[in-house]
């Protein structure tokens, strides 16, 4: 990865695992394409990737310099590898036209590691000392955790509708989080003007109401988020326009779980 004109990050990948091809060519031409199987098979074997990036801008003067820093490494160095990564999958999956394939986010790693080594180390995705970092996500209270579900019941059952802009406004803050401020300006708008179409219509929204406050609230945001959209078209919006798009996203994502709070 380039930062500039300098390189900043080496990214390595390894798929781990991965079942011989020529076994299974085997296996499947020793299978009747009706072949039966257990009523309760055992899990199959799948392949994992493992994804190695190397900051190579600020190399460490000696190994002693090296071990204080990883004393003190965490969470903040993972994170920043992960958007390292996630611009490389964003810019993979442009390329391929691959709309399937999505940035990793820190739950979904099974292993993190952060460590130090030689170039011939990290190249084969090695170290010269590492330490592993436990995943702990945020505690939940019961109640609140319980919510999705029971809304994804009223969804499943037919009861509770999806509104085209709580896809978009997700797509939205995806790209605002993952540091693509153009794409998260024009997607935000999109999700904005379905907000605008399909809010009023849910209960509450009509005038006078809390609820309605809000959407009308968003009203008075949109001249704003277009320019910005506008902006993006062309080149990166300002940084007040990208504060602008963050606070609107933020008002939107709220107005969305007042409506979800409001149908449980």
């Given amino acids: 990865m380039r930062d500039g004109e300098a390189v900043s990050h080496v990214l390595l990948f390894a798929t781990l695992g991965a079942v011989r091809r020529e076994h299974v060519t085997r296996?499947?031409?020793?299978r009747d394409s009706s072949a039966r199987v257990e009523p309760e098979p055992g899990p199959a074997e799948v392949a994992t990737g493992r994804a190695?990036?190397?900051s190579v801008r600020e190399p460490f003067a000696d190994e002693a310099a090296a071990r204080r820093w990883l004393r003190?490494?965490?969470?903040p160095e993972l994170a920043e590898d992960l958007a390292v990564l996630g611009r490389a999958l964003h810019a993979y999956r442009v390329v391929s036209a691959d709309p399937y394939l999505q940035p990793v986010g820190r739950w979904q790693v099974l292993v993190a590691r952060v460590g130090y080594g030689a170039g011939e180390e990290v190249a084969e995705g090695r170290w010269s000392d590492a330490r592993e970092?436990?995943?702990?996500?945020?505690?939940?209270?019961?109640s609140r955790a319980l919510d999705p579900q029971v809304r994804l019941a009223g969804v499943l059952g037919?009861?509770?509708?999806l509104l085209v802009c709580e896809e978009l406004a997700l797509r939205a803050r995806l790209d605002l989080d993952h540091g693509r401020p153009r794409v998260a300006a024009v997607q935000l708008l999109a999700a904005l003007d379905a907000a605008l179409a399909e809010l009023p219509a849910e209960p509450g929204g009509e005038p006078g109401g809390e609820f309605a406050d809000r959407v009308g609230e968003l009203a008075t945001r949109r001249p704003e988020v277009a320019d910005a959209a506008e902006t993006a078209l062309t080149s990166t919006p300002s940084a007040a326009q990208q504060d602008a798009v963050a606070a609107t996203l933020g008002r939107l994502e709220?107005?969305?779980?007042?409506r979800a709070l409001a149908r449980t």
């Avoid at 296996?27 to 020793?30: A, N």
């Avoid at 003190?72 to 969470?75: I, L, P």
């Avoid at 037919?158 to 509708?161: A, E, F, L, N, Q």
């Avoid at 709220?254 to 007042?258: E, F």
């Fill in 27 to 30: 296996r499947l031409s020793r």
């Fill in 52 to 54: 190695t990036v190397v």
């Fill in 72 to 75: 003190s490494a965490g969470e």
């Fill in 133 to 142: 970092l436990a995943a702990r996500p945020a505690r939940a209270r019961r």
């Fill in 158 to 161: 037919g009861h509770v509708p």
């Fill in 254 to 258: 709220a107005a969305l779980r007042a």
